[in-house]
C-alpha cells in the first residue's frame, strides 16, 4: 500500500508530470515571468469555469481576502460579521485592516456561518459579512444574501476551501461558490482543491466598478501606470503558479468526483457508527471535500488521532482554537463571545485524509482503523 497522506500532491503530480514541465518550460522560456501568457489565459479560463464576470489574480487567498475587503471603502471601526469557527486568515484581515470583526456561530450541521446568527449580530456598524464556504461546501448563500440586501450589507464570500462547488437556490438557479457574493476570494495554496505549487490566490466578482477597484489596489493603487489614485498592495499571480493552474483547472471537475468518492466511501464505511457523524450534505450546495471531517461523541479524540498515526494515518484538527479564542482577538474582545456550536465542534472535529489518489486499499485501511479503535 502506498503512504498515506493527508494530501497526497506527488501522487497527483506523478499524473500531470509532463504537461506541467511542458507549461512551466514556455514560461521559462518566454521569460514573461509577471502576468505573462499564462496568467492571462489563466484568468479567462476560470472566469469562465466560474461563470463570473471579472477575475483578478492575486498573491494568495489572505491578500484576495484583504483586498476585497479594501475595495469596499470602509472606515476603521466598521464591522464585519463572520464566523469564528475558519482558518485564522478571514478574520486576521478584518482586523489588519482596523476594522471590527464581529464573530458569530455556525450551523451544527454545516459548520457553515448560521445565517440566523448574522441577523442578531447587526448594528448600525455593520458594513459587510464574510461567510466561509467550509471544508468545501457553500454556506447558506440565499438566506445570507437576503439579510445582506435587507440591511445594505456587502458580502465578501471565503471560498478557499470549495472552489467549484455549486449553489442551487430555491427557483432551482444554480451559481459557482464564490460567485454569488459581491465579491469572492480564493487561494491556489498548494493543498487547496484548486491548488498551485507556491502561493497564489484570486478575486472574483461581476460588479464592473469593484473589479476596477480590486485591480488597482492589487497594483499599488495605479490607475495608469505610475500614477497612484488609492494606497493600494502589490499581490500578483505570477505566470509559473498560473502555468501549474492552466494544467489543473481542466481537471478540477474530475478531481473533485474523486474527493466524493473517497468522501462516499467514508460515509458508507462509518453508516453504522453512533459515535461518528459523517459530513451532512446541504440540500443547497454540492460539497467538494476540501475536508472530510466527522465530529466524534465519546470518543477520546486525541487518542483516536494517535492510533491512527501508528498505523502511519494522518488525521488533523480543523480548527483547534476557533478564531475569537485566540490570543490575537483578546484587544477585541473575544473572550466575550459565547459561541457554543463553534466550541462544541471545535472539540469533537476530526479531520481524515482527503485527497483525488486515494484508493480503495487506503480507505480501507483507514475507515477499518478508525472502527476498530471505536468498538474495542
Ligand atoms: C487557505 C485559506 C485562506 C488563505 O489562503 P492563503 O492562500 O493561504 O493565504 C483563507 N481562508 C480559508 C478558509 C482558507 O482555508
Known amino acids: ?16 508530470q509532463n504537461e506541467v514541465k511542458a507549461a512551466i518550460d514556455e514560461v521559462l522560456q518566454s521569460a514573461g515571468f509577471i502576468n505573462g501568457k ?81 441577523e442578531k449580530a447587526i448594528t448600525p456598524k455593520t458594513k459587510a459579512i464574510v461567510p466561509v464556504h467550509l471544508y ?13 440586501s435587507a440591511h445594505g450589507l456587502y458580502v465578501i464570500e471565503d471560498n478557499a476551501q470549495a472552489i467549484g462547488s455549486s449553489f442551487t437556490f430555491a427557483n432551482g438557479e444554480t451559481k459557482k461558490a464564490g460567485t454569488i457574493g459581491h465579491i469572492g476570494a480564493t487561494s491556489f495554496f498548494p493543498s487547496k482543491n484548486l491548488g498551485c505549487y507556491g502561493d497564489g490566490g484570486a478575486i472574483f466578482t461581476n460588479d464592473d466598478t469593484l473589479a476596477d477597484k480590486i485591480k488597482m489596489i492589487a497594483n499599488h493603487g495605479q490607475s495608469k501606470r505610475y500614477y497612484h489614485d488609492v494606497v493600494g498592495c502589490n499581490s500578483r499571480l505570477d505566470s509559473v503558479q498560473a502555468a501549474v493552474l492552466n494544467v489543473k483547472l481542466p481537471r478540477l471537475d474530475d478531481y473533485i468526483k474523486a474527493r466524493q468518492a473517497a ?43 494517535e492510533h491512527l498515526a501508528s498505523r502511519n494515518i494522518p488525521s488533523m484538527i480543523y480548527y483547534p482554537v476557533p478564531a475569537h479564542r485566540q490570543k490575537m482577538f483578546e484587544s477585541f474582545g473575544g473572550s466575550e463571545y459565547e459561541l457554543p456550536v463553534t466550541d462544541w465542534l471545535t472539540q469533537r472535529c476530526l479531520s481524515l485524509p482527503m485527497h483525488t489518489e486515494l484508493d480503495q486499499e487506503q480507505l480501507a485501511f483507514i475507515t477499518e482503523s478508525v472502527i476498530d479503535f471505536i468498538k474495542k
Open 1 to 16: 500500500m502506498r503512504p498515506i497522506q493527508m494530501v497526497d500532491l506527488k501522487q497527483q503530480y506523478n499524473h500531470i
Open 38 to 118: 499564462a496568467v492571462q489565459d489563466f484568468t479567462q479560463s476560470l472566469s469562465q469555469y466560474l461563470s463570473v464576470k471579472h477575475v483578478i489574480p492575486c498573491a494568495n487567498g489572505t491578500d484576495a481576502l484583504q483586498i476585497a475587503l479594501m475595495a469596499l471603502g470602509l472606515e476603521p471601526g466598521d464591522e464585519v460579521i463572520t464566523p469564528s469557527f475558519t482558518f485564522i486568515a478571514t478574520t486576521e484581515v478584518i482586523a489588519l485592516l482596523k476594522l471590527k470583526p464581529v464573530f458569530v456561530d455556525v450551523d451544527p450541521e454545516t459548520f457553515c456561518i448560521e445565517p440566523s446568527a448574522i
Open 136 to 148: 468545501g461546501q457553500a454556506a447558506n448563500m440565499e438566506a445570507i444574501m437576503k439579510i445582506a
Open 263 to 305: 468522501a462516499d466511501f467514508y460515509d458508507k464505511a462509518f453508516a453504522g457508527l453512533s459515535s461518528v457523524t459523517t459530513p451532512v450534505r446541504a440540500n443547497y450546495s454540492d460539497h467538494v471535500f476540501h475536508q472530510y471531517t466527522i465530529l466524534l461523541e465519546g470518543v477520546d479524540r486525541n487518542a483516536l488521532n
